[in-house]
């Protein structure tokens, strides 16, 4: 199971929509690695107009966290939205930040960055 939903707000999903920060508070509570991992890069993004994770998660459980934080489209989206930035991922852990698509967001999501991006260590991760 990707998150931990609460009896509340499973209800109010029943009756309706929900809104963005309630389902972000939810993201966060339920993948704190992953949260914590992307509000870092949002934060570096915001200052620099670009930052990566370039640190293998600790556990499978973390990476676990971040895979599911970012392949699912609510919750990249609501990310997103919330941190104002555009996010991207290569391999299993490197997540990245951009306040703006350009040349160097087309860089890093190009299948020439992901080839470079590859080691060994990483082949199963």
Same mark, same amino acid.
């Given at each position: 199971?990707?998150?931990?939903? *609460?009896? =509340?707000?499973? @209800?109010?999903?029943? !009756?309706?929509?929900?809104? /963005? +920060?309630?389902?972000? #508070?939810?993201? &966060? ?29 600790? *556990?499978? =459980?973390?990476? @676990?966290?971040?895979? !599911?934080?970012?392949?699912? /489209? +609510?919750?990249?989206? #609501?990310?997103? &939205? ?44």
């Amino acid at each position: 199971m990707s998150l931990n939903v *609460s009896s =509340e707000l499973l @209800g109010r999903a029943m !009756r309706g929509e929900v809104a /963005d +920060a309630e389902f972000v #508070a939810c993201v &966060r509570e339920s993948l704190p690695y992953a949260w914590a991992t992307i509000a870092a890069v949002a934060t570096g993004a915001q200052v620099h107009g670009f930052a990566d994770n370039r640190t293998p998660p600790p *556990s499978e =459980e973390a990476r @676990g966290q971040l895979l !599911r934080a970012l392949a699912s /489209d +609510a919750m990249r989206g #609501a990310l997103e &939205r919330h941190f104002g930035v555009r996010l991207a991922f290569q391999n299993c852990h490197r997540v990245a930040a951009f306040t703006e698509e350009g040349e160097r967001y087309e860089r890093f999501v190009s299948p020439r960055a992901q080839l470079l991006n590859q080691s060994p260590e990483l082949r199963d991760c």
